[in-house]
């Protein structure tokens, strides 16, 4: 280590080249650590369990523009014809589609004066009492809904009964409770039979992405959202399936959107899709330039001192000593690049917290960036200081 | 002289093609990153009707009682009733106003080979045309009268009748919205404002209608909503009358107001209006409070440009920055090569000045050259981000303006960048070059 | 011509100080013929470097054609420069990447000439330097003695009444040497006061005044008269 003093001499001499390093290593850190946890941030989001069988179920919705139609009948055989497909598991109208950001919503309390009570806003789908199995939710508190829960709702008026999220049931009653209590909104009263631990609402990206309640009513629409369950494997071939088939049973209505639960998420979050891919190109061009940066100015500064290498191989110095003068050099650059760096993202993180709403940045996440940074750096000055220990002593003896 | 400097920039660009390559490619990679997401800005931010947007207002009223909340800044619902909206529409003491909702239909022809397709709907007043500067290709608006009647007639753009019919004159033809036939009264020229400014609450990006109906219809028909219908208050909807008579929030409102006394009396009409509904049970609070926003107020107060791309320009401008430090660190080893010759130059007459701006005018090429290899850049970005997000096919594009910008960014980076180099060689004393090349 | 008088230059570096020049007096006539001659790191080419305004002295005065160099702003100096002098270096110091015309005409450009008169002036130095018909070659195209040719035309063509040369033989063989060193003698007799630095005792026998800089100062200079023969110097000149 007794290297590092002459260097750190010699790097004072030619500050141009070593400031640029450092400001490019700096602001690099200050962007790529950030952007990856922005990118880190969304990619959770996206991944995250929603509940639902998002690879089975087919979503769509029909709108039936001759009002003459009686349409609960028709949507009966409609459903009875769409579970005759091979591969189809059940088929039922739904109120609105999970994870789609379009459906109802209202706020429900504990008491039956929300004004009184705690208040929670959360979607709510309505659909028959098979709703459960058909999303491919599972139950983890209480019991799944059954066939006479539907009836007793008859005439207008809202069942008395329904499955809550864990968020919902939380938020209401306290961590873990809120089974067979009931809860209000508006005129209406339901007990919560069933909890489940995961299901996303209409709105996943919201403030209310965790509250949904399943409500055992079936609808028959103007306007009406359509579920397929089905195997997973025959779903692309189905999905082919619907449009003529529910058109052949009645031409005057018009099938709108028929995608996977999965596309109708992407689409929900594309936003995000589109923020993830616009800062991994930008981490990757970032990543090439800087190691660009640092290999150029590398190349320079040898070939600026072929001659002096040269001379100081004539004067005994082995090979490796040249190559480590060069490799500790950029070390020492880059780690002090990555220091200023580290507070630049820090300070960037705080802001764009203050002003966009966006996570906290992680110290972890600076520190695993600046490491990477370290060896790209290191990797991108390998080849130059290679080449300079291969410099030849006699070039000190020529003239140029 | 200038002529000259290109021609020597142009030859040294030459002679050193793999760095002069290197400095383009990193110029353009830093253009074309900031251009993509500048320009998606750029188009957010766009005035989306500069002609008038002074002149145009979104009225809101605050309709909900004391200490509900709203999720806009000051609380006001960013929609009106049906009431009100009914009320200042028929009662305006200025001429243009409109009040306007989204809705849709199955639009077909009634022949057994028109399949019917989903279409948005605007439910609106005979002024929305002229408010907005649509002008018409064929046939106008429908008239008060058929408005008071809720006549079956309908305004549609030169795209839906070229899709519907294959041309584009088709007034008095029918077509079907839902089971309602409507005959055409006028076509419209296409129009496509960058932002759905009139009305924000599915998106700002989405795309304009093409289907114009009569505010009248609402009620005649029993229409729906397609865009947000909010509630505040429990009321008993069940029936359509009720629902109308409700508290419910779901139709937009937009007036023309040309003079500050224009504004002053429109103002006054919208506290009279809500003074007499006081007088009935509503607006029950304390302060009666209303909003008049211009267009540009509007967009700010709905906040329609995404964060994330706030996020986006300010991670590119810095971005660009790191390109800058790279390619001065490259300007400033190819410039200390060939020191020599402007050692030369300097013995041989020329003056600081005239070495300065040598380099300067090769800077300045290479940020040219590097602002196409950027515009191509941002072609490609654009690109990729309208296949990620299909709404963004409007916005996500590069205007004239930001074409123009583009160089004149990369130049001036390039310049910025260029600086230090082209000073170092021009203040080197030319006797050190001189004696022993 | 030119007139220095206790000319000084001290260079300063972070660990030494160097009194290149001190107390430096010289006095040039025109279109008189003078080699400068001294041991290697005794200021001759500081001396050069002053007498043609590449730069700045630490004391004294300057005189150049009647004009106080030391009053001059850098732009002014190169305009100077530009017009009244012309340099010939030893290591020839063509800009390789420009032909031949193109580098004869780089002092022209500088001096704002139109470009008819450019090309003018550029032929009929190139002719005089006997590289007629070359005007497109590249310097690396030609011999060393060649290029130095191209170099003198150089400084000829912006008609410089003062020239100045560093070594102009140095990196040739005696022949080439002898041949640039006629042409030099033919610009003087033309009426072009030259200044020439060289250790080659040969060349400094044929001028007819030459001077020795020891220790940054005129140790000894020695006026021959037109018409008499050259006396050999009687202080014979230390190889560099």
């Not at chain 2, 700002?204 to 609402?218: D, R």
């Not at chain 3, 410089?160 to 006629?182: H, K, W």
Request: proline residues 4%; charged residues 20%; contains cysteine.
């Amino acid at each position: 280590m007794s290297e590092i003093k002459p260097i750190l001499n010699t790097l004072m001499r030619s500050k141009a080249g070593a400031l640029l390093l450092i400001l490019q290593i700096a602001i690099t850190l200050a962007i790529v650590s950030n952007a990856i946890s922005i990118v880190s941030d969304r990619v959770d989001k996206l991944s995250e369990d929603t509940g639902y069988d998002e690879q089975g179920i087919i979503a769509f919705t029909v709108l039936t523009y001759n009002r003459n139609i009686d349409r609960a009948k028709q949507f009966k055989e409609d459903m009875a014809k769409l579970k005759e497909i091979d591969g189809v598991i059940e088929a039922m109208t739904v109120s609105s589609i999970p994870l789609s950001s379009s459906g109802g919503s209202w706020i429900v309390s504990d008491n039956p004066d929300e004004m009184l009570g705690k208040r929670v806003d959360s979607g709510y789908i309505q659909a028959n009492y098979k709703v459960l199995s058909a999303f491919g939710l599972s139950l983890s508190e209480g019991r799944d809904f059954e066939a006479q829960d539907e009836s007793e709702g008859g005439d207008g008026q809202f069942p008395s009964v329904t499955i809550v999220s864990r968020a919902v049931a939380n938020k209401l009653f306290g961590e873990g409770k809120g089974l067979n209590e009931f809860i209000y909104s508006g005129d209406n009263m339901m007990k919560i039979v069933g909890i489940v631990e995961t299901m996303k609402s209409q709105w996943p990206d919201s403030k209310m992405g965790d509250n949904v309640m399943l409500i055992p009513r079936e609808r028959s629409s103007m306007y009406q959202r359509v579920i397929v369950k089905t195997e997973p494997s025959k779903r692309s071939k189905i999905m082919k399936l619907i449009e003529p088939l529910l058109l052949e049973n009645e031409r005057q209505r018009v099938i709108i959107g028929i995608k996977g639960l999965d596309e109708a998420k992407a689409q929900t979050y594309q936003r995000d899709t589109l923020m993830i891919r616009m800062l991994v190109a930008l981490i990757v061009f970032l990543a090439i330039i800087t190691a660009l940066g640092i290999f150029g100015l590398t190349h320079f500064n040898i070939s600026k001192r072929t001659k002096q290498i040269g001379t100081r191989r004539a004067l005994g110095a082995r090979k490796s000593a040249i190559f480590s003068y060069f490799l500790i050099e950029n070390a020492l650059v880059t780690v002090f690049g990555l220091v200023v760096g580290a507070l630049a993202a820090l300070y960037l993180g705080g802001q764009l917290m203050a002003l966009y709403n966006i996570p906290a940045l992680d110290w972890s996440m600076v520190f695993y960036t600046a490491l990477t940074m370290l060896a790209m750096s290191l990797l991108s000055v390998y080849q130059p200081a290679k080449r300079a220990a291969n410099i030849s002593p006699s070039i000190a003896t020529r003239s140029i | 002289m200038l002529m000259h400097y290109f021609d020597l920039a142009w030859r040294n660009i030459k002679l050193t093609p793999l760095i002069s390559l290197l400095m383009v490619v990193a110029i353009g990679i830093g253009i074309g990153v900031t251009m993509t997401s500048l320009s998606v800005y750029h188009m957010m931010s766009a005035d989306p009707i500069p002609q008038k947007s002074e002149q145009l207002y979104a009225v809101q009223l605050q309709t909900m009682d004391d200490g509900q909340t709203w999720n806009t800044s000051d609380d006001v619902p960013t929609q009106l009733t049906y009431i009100d909206a009914q009320y200042l529409m028929e009662n305006s003491p200025v001429a243009k106003r409109a009040a306007m909702m989204k809705s849709g239909a199955a639009v077909h022809l009634d022949k057994a080979d028109s399949a019917p397709f989903i279409e948005d709907v605007r439910i609106t007043g005979r002024d929305f045309f002229s408010l907005f500067g649509l002008s018409f290709l064929h046939g106008e608006a429908w008239t008060q009268a058929q408005s008071d009647q809720a006549a079956p007639v309908a305004v549609i753009s030169e795209d839906l009748a070229e899709r519907l019919f294959q041309r584009s004159d088709v007034l008095g033809e029918s077509i079907y919205l839902d089971e309602r036939s409507y005959e055409v009264i006028g076509v419209t020229q296409s129009w496509q404002p960058t932002i759905k400014f009139y009305d924000v609450n599915n998106g700002p990006f989405q795309q304009a209608e093409h289907i114009f109906i009569p505010f009248s219809h609402i009620e005649a028909y029993q229409l729906h909503s397609w865009g947000n219908t909010n509630a505040w208050k429990n009321e008993e909807t069940r029936s359509y009358a009720q629902f109308l008579n409700s508290e419910m929030i779901w139709l937009q409102f937009w007036v023309e107001i040309n003079s500050q006394s224009q504004l002053k009396s429109y103002q006054q009409f919208l506290m009279d209006h809500m003074l007499e509904q006081q007088k009935l049970g509503r607006f029950n609070r304390k302060e009666l409070d209303y909003n008049l926003k211009t267009v540009n107020e509007w967009l700010g107060y709905n906040q329609v440009i995404d964060p994330d791309n706030k996020i986006l320009v300010g991670l590119s401008f810095m971005f660009l920055a790191v390109c800058l430090a790279n390619i001065l660190g490259m300007l400033l080893a190819k410039f200390l090569k060939r020191a020599p010759d402007a050692g030369v130059r300097r013995a041989l007459g020329a003056s600081k000045r005239q070495i300065f701006y040598q380099h300067l005018v090769e800077v300045a090429l290479l940020g040219f050259l590097g602002s196409l290899v950027g515009i191509l850049l941002a072609q490609l970005g654009l690109i990729g981000i309208r296949e990620t997000m299909s709404i963004y096919v409007g916005i996500a594009k590069m205007d004239w303006v930001m074409l123009l910008i583009s160089p004149v960014i990369a130049i001036l980076a390039c310049l910025l960048a260029g600086l230090f180099p082209a000073w170092v060689v021009c203040k080197t004393s030319p006797a050190t070059h001189l004696k022993v090349q | 011509m030119l007139n220095m008088q206790n000319i000084g230059k001290l260079y300063q570096t972070e660990m030494v100080q160097t009194q290149a020049l001190r107390e430096f007096n010289l006095t040039v006539n025109e279109g008189e013929f003078i080699a400068v001659t001294g041991p290697s790191g005794s200021g001759k080419t500081t001396f050069l470097n002053i007498a043609g305004l590449l730069e700045p002295y630490s004391s004294g005065q300057y005189m150049l054609d009647g004009i106080d160099v030391g009053k001059l702003n850098d732009n002014q100096r190169s305009d100077l420069r530009n017009q009244k002098i012309g340099f010939i270096f030893q290591g020839f110091n063509l800009i390789p990447d420009l032909n031949l015309f193109e580098n004869i005409e780089v002092p022209l450009r500088y001096r704002g000439i139109k470009a008819k008169e450019r090309k003018r002036r550029v032929e009929h130095c190139l002719e005089q330097v006997g590289l007629a018909g070359r005007a497109r070659h590249l310097p690396q195209q030609l011999s060393g003695g060649q290029q130095q040719r191209v170099a003198i035309a150089r400084a000829l063509a912006g008609e410089p009444r003062f020239l100045l040369a560093d070594e102009p033989t140095g990196n040739l063989d005696s022949l080439m040497a002898r041949q640039v060193m006629t042409l030099l003698e033919e610009l003087n007799q033309a009426g072009t006061t030259i200044v020439m630095v060289t250790h080659d005792p040969e060349l400094a026998r044929r001028t007819p005044r030459n001077i020795q800089i020891v220790d940054g100062q005129v140790a000894d200079f020695t006026l021959y008269q037109g018409g008499q023969s050259p006396r050999v110097n009687p202080q014979k000149p230390v190889e560099a």
